[in-house]
């Protein structure tokens, strides 16, 4: 039998061995359970955010924050220091900036874009006019940009789009859709309707309730706007993206019209007004598309600001973003007439006219509405205005500095539009009018010309509207859709691409320096008429001119005369009349003029050189025997198309355009209630059997002859023919009653008169022509000399009209051609056929002024008589332009000329 006691211990001992197993069964469990928790946990660190708790070996807990807490940690820090990494830096965008300010030669157009002159009218490079005019949403249009679907062969823009580069910053011009045929669309104000004035003294313009009460406000200086000139261009503004302007815009366009940029969805701004987006004051149909970036995700976020065509940048200085952005502008002339300044390489503003500050244009930038005028320190200064630009930039205006529209704000001028109004069209008082004339008797109107229109006597009745029993326009007509009254049927609500109501000055330049290709080629532009021209429009007929000095000789100075005349009208006649002569005694050979019938005058050299003379050929310059010349009055008729009086006011066309030429006696002109008080065009004396125009005919379809013999009391409208080549037409004019009036169409001048200036880059050869082809100097000789030439090709000489220069003489000082007679250049003889057509040669040389480039002709004319031209093979150099005597003893015109408008700018690489 065991020992009890022994047992006792074995089961004691079993017990303690189980215990301790049980022990170690718990510690092994616990050990597993906190293997488990630490596991856990580090799953946990490695996936989630925040903090995990791991279990020491001694059973005690240490909280760590999780991998991705760490990591979102970092990333804090980061983005406190360097806050969205994917938005570009300031820095970055500024040094882009540098980049592209060396890199173009000026603010203006990196590539003008792509347009469509199958289907529409080509203005240059890029931009168009519509086609046609038929429905009304064409209105106050051009268009910009095209794409590849609808672009013409002839395109050479490397982009569809216009891209513009203005103090560095690049921004496409795309503001619709690529359904749409064109990227872009410049909106203008609407036409004036005469019930508007603008006092030039004060530089005040009142919008009256009607045009009756405009024309009574009528003084010296307060004046009815009706021939207004519209300028259009883009302001480019930095601007601060925050809670009170969220909204970015694709391009930073602010007026664009996509519904996505960049694949995020737009909407309407409307926590703008509508003046913000507006095109032009009064504008209320532009609402600009855009993301509001305060409320957009942060991937929406991060593709907007990764496309740097989006101008967008981040400050790490401020914490804010920022969009450099641009708004197209068009601005309605205050007045009548062309603008003052446009042109930035200039000391003065961006101005309408030179009457005050009223008349600077106020930048708007950032603000909900711009400025009434740009006084006090809000106007544009140009390029040259160094006291007054703090961040001259060639190509644009440039704002003062002001919070209030943005840090940095400029503005590029594209160009001006030349615009029709809204009353009725007349010849005399009102040119650019398009409405039909009230009819007396019977509904609806008609034009001018026609015996049921009431006749009209001066210009408010244009603006008036009529009844049977009082004269004044016929309501819905004029505009698009509706009948024409003006002879070239155009709309007053249309813009178009050329001449009356349409383009006039095209300021697109490139930013690029122009190349030595691109000067030959615009040289061989303007030789064959393709180069675009500009020129004020100008009136015949100046009445009741007191002569300029108190003398006994008709002294007149550029007030009394045109500048044209002045300058360069030796040998010219023009027509007189004196009108009223109290207390003035003639002399016996002038005793003839107190008659007040019109006598022919020679233009006569002043010593002075200031003024000039009228005579009678022939005569001494004495008129009179006692009394004073201002104590007489005059009219004076200029003939031809070398010389014009402006009117009240400078307004320019360009390209083609329809001119009105006169043909009668200067009394039947005096007769006429439609022609006594001017018009706008040239006045020809008549001649039997034919008529040779003054200015070269294009060959244009729709050229149309008016004709009276009764003073203009009755006219009869037709359709008439003009020879091109010969540049005549059969003439009508049988005797002194008898009126004609030719509406043609001709092309605006392509040169201007000048002085010899310094030599950028030159030509090695000579260029002559007498040839009625425009693409063979027709155009360009027109130009030049005011003669229209009719030669053939067929009677011999060569097709392309060039001789070498022989030899070339520069002065080493000011880089100019040599005017000393024996250090002329010298060429081959010209191989022009003989023929009695007016001819002309020219050399080409280029020049610079204010960082711009200009083509300078120093040209002859050519004289064929039957002994041939009478050329001497030398290129004869003067300033603007005077007369010689060619080689057989004929007076030829010498002179300067240049292009009318510059090419574009020079690259300064020093």
Known sequence: MADPNTMGEAVAALNQVASAHENLQAQFIGKQNEIEQNNQAMQDWQTQLGTVDFINPDGSVRTVKTLRQLMADAQMQIDETHPHPYAMRKSTFEALRAVNNEMFAASGF??????????SASINEGLQSFG??????????????????????????????????????????????????????????????????????????????????????????????????????????????????????????IQSELTKIDSVPTQQNLTRPKSYFAWYKGDEATIGRGVNWLTASESQRKVIAKNPDNNIFFDDDTGKFYQWSVAGCSFAGNGNGDWWNLTSMRTGQLQMSSSGINQRLPPKGNLDVRPENGGLGQYYA???????????????????????????????????????????YHPSFNPLGTKLIKNKDIDGGATWDDESAHSISEKKECFVQGSASTPG?????????????????????????????????????????????????????????????????????????????????????????????????LGERVLLRVTSWSGVVFTDEYQSLSSGDWHEMLISNHPSSSRLALIIAGKSPRIIESGEADNLKVDIMLIGSKMGYLPSYAISVSGLYNHMEVVASPTSVMMCNDLKDGWIGTYTKPHQGSIKLSRPVSAHPDHLRYFSDDYGVTWSKSSVNIDVKSNVVSSLVENNNFIEILMYKTMAVMTRSAANNRIYNSTDSVFSTAYYHDNLGRLFN????????????????????????LTSNIRPLSLTLDD????????????????????????????????????????????????????????????????????????????????IEPLGWVKNDK
């Open 820 to 899: 000393i007679p024996s250090r002329e250049c010298e060429h081959a003889p010209i191989k022009l056929a003989s023929q009695s057509s007016p001819g002309m040669k020219a050399l080409t040389y280029f020049s610079e002024h204010n960082s711009q480039v200009y083509i300078y002709y120093a040209f002859t004319e050519l004289v064929h008589s039957e002994i041939g031209w009478g050329d001497d093979s030398k290129i004869h150099i003067s300033d603007y332009e005077t007369t010689m005597l060619d080689e057989n003893g004929c007076t030829v015109l010498v002179g300067t000329a240049c292009t």
């Open 110 to 119: 990196v590539h003008f874009g792509m347009h469509n002159s199958a289907n």
């Open 473 to 569: 326009y016929q309501e819905s007509t004029g505009g698009i859709g509706q009948v024409s009254g003006r002879p070239d049927e155009r709309s007053f609500d249309a813009i178009y691409s050329s001449g009356q109501g349409g383009v006039c000055i095209d300021m697109r330049y490139s930013a690029w320096g122009v190349s030595q290709a691109e000067l030959f080629n615009k040289d061989f532009d303007v030789k064959r008429g393709a180069f675009r021209g500009r020129e004020l429009l100008t009136s015949p007929l100046k009445i009741g001119i007191v002569p300029s000095i108190s003398s006994q000789v008709l002294y007149f100075d550029g007030e009394a005369l045109p500048e044209k005349v002045v300058n360069s009208g």
């Open 782 to 805: 027109y130009s030049l000399t005011k003669n229209v030439a009719n030669g053939e090709v067929s009677n011999g000489g060569p097709i392309v009209p060039e001789v070498p220069l």
């Open 132 to 253: 046609s005019f038929l429905d009304p949403a064409t209105a106050n249009l051009l268009l910009m940009g095209r794409n590849k679907l609808s672009t013409a062969g002839d395109c050479k823009s490397k982009s569809e789009c216009a891209i513009i580069n203005i103090a560095g910053v690049t921004t496409k011009i795309i503001t619709k859709d690529i359904l749409d045929y064109h990227h872009a669309s410049i909106k203008f104000p609407p036409p004036e309707d005469g019930s508007r004035t603008f006092d030039t003294l004060i530089g005040q313009s009142v919008k009256h309730s009607s045009a009756e009460v405009a024309f009574a406000s009528v003084t010296d200086t307060n004046k009815v706007v009706t021939d207004r000139v519209d300028m259009w261009g883009f302001e480019v503004f930095l601007r601060e993206i925050n809670e009170n302007d969220p909204y970015v815009y694709a391009y930073g366009l």
């Open 382 to 424: 140009a390029t040259l205005n160094h006291q007054y630009n703090p961040a001259p930039h060639l190509g644009v205006f440039t704002a003062q500095p002001e919070k209030t529209y943005g840090e940095e704000c400029y503005f590029l001028v594209c160009g001006t539009v030349n615009r029709l109004n809204q009353g009725a």
